[in-house]
C-alpha cells in the first residue's frame, strides 16, 4: 500500500491546514459585500440587468432569423445564470445589512452615552444655578448697602442736630 503521510487510525493534526486562507480577512469581504449592495441598488445595474435580459431574449428567440442560439430551450439558462446571481446576491446583501446593523447599533450606544452625560451636566448646572440663587439671597447688594449707609448718615446727622456740642 503506498504510503500517504497520515494515517487512518489516528487523528489529523488540527493546526495543520488543507486551504490556505484568503488574504484580507473578514473586513475585505465585508467591505466588497457592502460595496457590491450598494451597487446592485443603483439605476446603472438595474439598467443594464434590463439590457442584458432583452438582447439576451431578442438574441434566443424561437422563430427569429437562423444564428447560434445559446439557450435554446425556453430561457432555461437565462433562469439558471439569474438563479445563480441572486444566490449569491442574497447572502452578500444580508452580510451587508448585517454590518450596517452593527455600525448603528454601535452609534446608538455612542448617543444614548452622550445623552446621559447630557443629562448628568444639565442636572449638575441646574443644581449650581439654584444654589447660586440660595446664596445671592444671602449675598447684600449694592442698592441695599446704598439704603443703609443713607440711612447711617441720616442717623448721624440726627445725631449732630440733637447734640450740638458733640460736633
Known amino acids: ?9 489516528q487523528p489529523r493534526d488540527p493546526s495543520r491546514r488543507r486551504l490556505p486562507r484568503p488574504r484580507g480577512g473578514r473586513e475585505t469581504f465585508g467591505r466588497f459585500a457592502e460595496e457590491f449592495a450598494r451597487f446592485m441598488g443603483t439605476p446603472r445595474f438595474l439598467g443594464g440587468m434590463t439590457v442584458l ?5 431578442l438574441w434566443n428567440l424561437p422563430g427569429g432569423p437562423d444564428r447560434p442560439r445559446f439557450d435554446e430551450y425556453p430561457f432555461i439558462f437565462l433562469t ?6 441572486a444566490s449569491y446576491a442574497a447572502p452578500l446583501i444580508l452580510l451587508a445589512q448585517n454590518r450596517q446593523e452593527a455600525r448603528d447599533r454601535v452609534q446608538q450606544e455612542q448617543d444614548r452615552q452622550a445623552s446621559a452625560q447630557s443629562h448628568a451636566d444639565m442636572e449638575f448646572l441646574a443644581r449650581e444655578v ?6 445671592m439671597g444671602e449675598v447684600a447688594t449694592r442698592d441695599f448697602l446704598r439704603s443703609e449707609l443713607r440711612d447711617l448718615v441720616e442717623e448721624l446727622d440726627r445725631r449732630r442736630e440733637d447734640d450740638p456740642a458733640e460736633g
Open 1 to 9: 500500500m503506498a504510503e500517504t503521510g497520515f494515517r487512518l487510525d
Open 80 to 85: 439558471l445564470v439569474l438563479s445563480l446571481q
Open 53 to 57: 435580459i432583452v438582447l439576451w431574449v
Open 130 to 135: 439654584a444654589s447660586l440663587r440660595l446664596g
